[in-house]
Each structure stands twice: as C-alpha cells, then as structure tokens.
C-alpha cells in the first residue's frame, strides 16, 4: 500500500472518518505519521474550543474577583483556588464519573460522558481559571495614571471599561496569556489517560503515539513525531498570539512593546 493509500485510509479516523481498525503489524513510518497527524485533529478541537470559551469566561472572572460584590468575588476566588490548586489530570478523572453518575440520573446529560463534551468542559473550566488569575493580575496592574486620564477625559462606566480599563489589561496579560494556551495544548493530550474512554479508537495524537510504540515495540519514534507536531503547533500559536500582541501594544515606542517569549511550565 503506497503513502497516499495511507493517507486516505487514516488521515480522518481519529474523527471517524476511513478505516476504522488500526494497523497491527508492518507499521510504516508513513502509518505513523499519518495517524499521529490525525489525532491532532482532536487535540486542536479541544484546545481552540477551550481557549475560545475559557478566554470569555476568564475575563467574567477577572471582573468578579476585582470589582464585584462579596458574593460574587468569593464565588470567583474559591472556584481559580479550587481548579488552580488541584491537577488536571485529577480533574479530568473526578469529572468522568461525575458525569457518569449524571447519564445515570438522566440521559440528558448522557454526551458530558463522552470526551468530545466532558473533556472540553474540563478543559474550559480549567483554562478559565488559570487565565482568569493572569487577566486579575493584569487589572491590579494597571497604572494609576492611566485611570485618572480616563477621568480627566470624563469617561466613566462602560466606555471607560472599553476604551481604557480591557485594552490595558489585555496588553498587561497577553505574554502571559499566550503561554497558558501553549500549555492548554499541550494539557489536551492528557484526556484520554484520564478517564475519558477511547471510542473506536478515535483518539488523540498521544493515544496513537502510545498505540504504534506498544505494537511496534519501538517508542523512539512515534513519540519524536508527536513532539514534531506538537512543536509546530506551538511555533504556529506563538505567531498568531504574536500578531495579536502587536496590535495590542501598536500604540507605544518600538522601544518599550513586549514580546511575546515561551516560558514552558514544568509542572501544572
């Protein structure tokens, strides 16, 4: 079977599309590059939903925690230490069966059980946690001038949020941003090592990678590829975030705009 057959037949399985039983044996490294490429599918799926979502949710949460009443304030501090003080992994797996329990009481909740729902909901919640503490750091940051000009020009209320208070913090929080949705990325391998099943065999770029190293017997390869595309992914994120950080900052001296530097986290 030629590269392109290969390709035909698994370039969309991790979305069910093609081939749905695995290669078991004679795996080519264009078998391996294939599938592994299709599993980033699932991986981009999950980080652009979740990064989407939780950025919304993010700035909702920087804004409770710094100017809203008591009760909203507490409710967004307990849930940043509750999702930012215990792993993700952990997350994802007390998530599982919370969901599972769920489908039990009702089939309405019956998709959460499924990765595709339940794992980016984790995710979601995650992220906009995290992120949430960066965008509330980046509002206690904001320099007091900055606020007293807003008032000397008379802006108040909403028009001051817009045109002063978010773009500010936006461009105080942005390097920092960028590198939790690199990480975001990186994290949506660990779904399913963590209790999210595996259904036909659809799976992440990781679940593949761990597929072809236990048939093949040989993981100095399949894991190489998946960092390959991994990297990629990131050097791509790191761009677009970087025109974005640009824009952000494209009202001060070249000087003193900051760029956007990848500091990889060793522990979540």
């Known amino acids: 079977m030629s590269c392109w057959e290969t390709v035909q037949k698994y370039a969309f399985q991790s979305i069910g599309y093609g081939e ?3 290669p078991r044996t004679d795996i080519t490294l264009c078998d391996q590059f294939t599938l592994i490429g299709s599993g980033m ?24 925690k710094f100017s809203g009443g008591p009760v909203t304030r507490k409710a967004a501090e307990w ?11 952990i997350q994802f797996f007390f998530a599982y069966f919370l969901f599972l329990n769920l ?5 309405v909740f019956g998709p959460l059980s499924a990765a595709w729902l339940g794992a980016l909901v984790v995710l979601f919640l995650n992220t906009a946690a995290y992120s949430g503490e960066i965008f509330y750091g980046a509002l206690l940051s904001i320099p007091r001038g900055d606020m007293e000009s807003a008032d000397a020009y008379g802006f108040s209320g909403w ?3 817009r045109k002063i208070t978010w773009p500010t913090m ?33 799976g992440d770029a990781l679940y593949y990678a761990k597929y072809i190293a236990d048939k093949t017997f040989n993981p100095f390869v399949p894991y190489p590829i ?12 790191i761009w677009i975030f970087g025109v974005a950080n640009k824009r952000l900052n494209r009202h001060l001296p070249q000087a003193k705009r ?10 979540r």
Do not use: D
């Open 103 to 107: 489908k039990g009481v009702s089939p």
């Open 258 to 267: 900051p760029k956007i530097r990848y500091r990889p986290k060793m522990i």
């Open 20 to 22: 749905r039983v695995l």
């Open 226 to 237: 998946l960092a390959g595309y991994f990297i990629l992914l990131t050097l791509v994120v």
């Open 159 to 161: 028009k001051k949020f």
């Open 79 to 89: 849930f940043i230490f509750l999702f930012r003080g215990s792993p993700l992994f």
């Open 41 to 64: 599918i699932m991986n981009l799926y999950f980080g652009l939903l979740a990064v989407s979502f939780g950025f919304l949710f993010a700035n909702a949460l920087a804004m409770a």
């Open 170 to 202: 936006m461009r105080l929080a942005w390097p920092a941003y960028t590198n939790e949705a690199i990480f975001l990325f990186h994290a949506t391998t660990l779904v399913f090592f963590s209790g999210f099943p595996v259904w036909r065999q659809q």
